[in-house]
């Protein structure tokens, strides 16, 4: 009885050691990840270095001017023995390197307590940086305490990402199941999902928004999904320290529309993306006026480029579904959720919609992302 009871615990000390090393083991890689991007950080962006050419190969922001659906010789090697539907490791950021030699893949999503060491983004103001923010970022953070995805998404080995915009090219194409299957499903804004599962799918990884762009109504969030806030301006963080810590929201807080004063979230279930993925959209995947670092006429990327920025550098495979708008078919509807029209696009003082199509359709033609509705 005795040798049995010594033989239980014996086991139980090993489980437990066993479990010890290996959380050990995750959360060193995690930090190993992220000081390889913190030491990566000494160089940033300025005027001089925007739109800088590299070679006569290359565009004047960098990306291989002969771009080929055709995968590169050591590429198609390395990927020929991995079956149809398995996910291919590094897969999307190894074609991105090859088309984009700058392209370095370590870059966290959300921000984490240690945000004042990154370089990148410490000496830009919103929505290129954090400048100005360390207060509101600190007490958020200090709230949410949890900076990652969900353990269970952390530890694949392998992550298949999809980007699912609003565009109206959604409509019935029943792509639901098709997307659902992915690990990752991204959503922007308030596009609903209730009623619409058959096109778009039912299952939610993330949301993210920003204060005039977020669900006003509780009742009509997913389940289960994270609310990560991407911050253009200040007044994002201050709405943001509002929601978490279930504060009154003032409406005359700079916004330019009506905004969500609840949102149906623990404050663990709450992130703030790593606003480095919206510089590195506009100036150095997209190529929109630099303006000195600072906010302004035609240089702020659509919450659909920064996205797929964001996953180039955290997913293995890539996919989009509802992205383009096709500006020769005016009747077509604007949005898979409404009947507004595609003729009631203006021209966007922020957004430049051109240049964002260029560079998406670098990425498509290189079969650096799939996008599954053909809308790009």
């Known amino acids: ?13 090993l489980a437990l050691c066993l479990f010890l090393v290996l959380g050990f083991l995750y959360y060193s890689a995690w930090k190993l990840h992220l ?13 001089d270095s925007v739109g800088r050419s590299i070679g006569s ?37 190894a074609i991105m390197t090859a088309i984009f030699p700058k392209f370095s893949k370590p870059a966290p999503m959300f921000l984490d307590d240690s945000f004042k060491k990154w370089a990148r983004i410490r000496d ?9 923010q360390d207060n509101l970022i600190k007490a958020i953070l200090s709230a949410t305490k949890d900076y990652r995805l969900t353990p269970a998404l952390d530890s694949l080995s392998c992550r298949r990402c999809v980007i699912v915009g609003n565009g109206g090219i959604l409509a019935n ?48 969030y997913e389940k289960d999904s994270l609310f990560v806030l991407a911050g253009f301006k200040w007044q994002d963080f201050k709405w943001l320290k509002y929601i978490v810590y279930k504060e009154k929201v003032s409406a005359s807080d700079g916004f330019w529309k009506s905004v969500a004063t609840h949102v149906p ?17 506009a100036f150095s995947f997209i190529g929109l006026p630099f303006n000195n670092g600072v906010m302004g006429r035609g240089n702020i990327p659509t919450l ?16 989009v579904a509802g992205f383009g708008y096709d500006m020769n078919s005016p009747n077509a509807p604007l949005h898979y959720y409404e009947n507004i029209k595609m003729s009631a696009i203006k021209e966007s003082w922020t957004h430049n919609i051109q240049r964002e199509k260029e560079f998406l359709r670098k990425l498509v033609k290189a079969r650096v992302i799939t996008d599954l509705t053909s809308g790009i």
Request: hydrophobic share 40%.
């Open 1 to 13: 009885m005795k040798m049995g009871l010594l033989v239980f615990i014996r086991n139980v000390l």
């Open 35 to 47: 000081l390889r991007w913190e030491d990566s950080n000494s160089v940033v962006l300025s005027s």
């Open 57 to 93: 190969e290359y565009d004047k922001l960098g990306f291989l001017l002969k771009l080929d659906s055709k995968l590169p010789s050591e590429l198609a090697s390395k990927y020929a023995n991995i079956s149809e539907g398995v996910c291919k490791p590094g897969y999307a950021s």
């Open 124 to 132: 830009f103001v919103p929505p290129f940086g954090i400048k100005g």
């Open 173 to 220: 194409k029943s792509l639901g199941m098709k997307i659902d299957d992915y690990d990752i499903v991204i959503r922007l804004n308030s596009a609903p999902v209730k009623g619409f599962e058959k096109d778009v799918g039912g299952k939610t990884t993330m949301r993210i928004t920003y204060p005039e762009g977020a669900i006003q109504k509780p009742e009509q």
């Open 265 to 281: 979230r623990e404050p663990h279930e709450i992130r703030i993306l790593n606003p480095y993925f919206i510089q590195e959209a």
């Open 304 to 319: 659909g480029s920064v996205a797929i920025t964001m996953v180039l550098h955290n997913c293995d495979e890539v996919a």
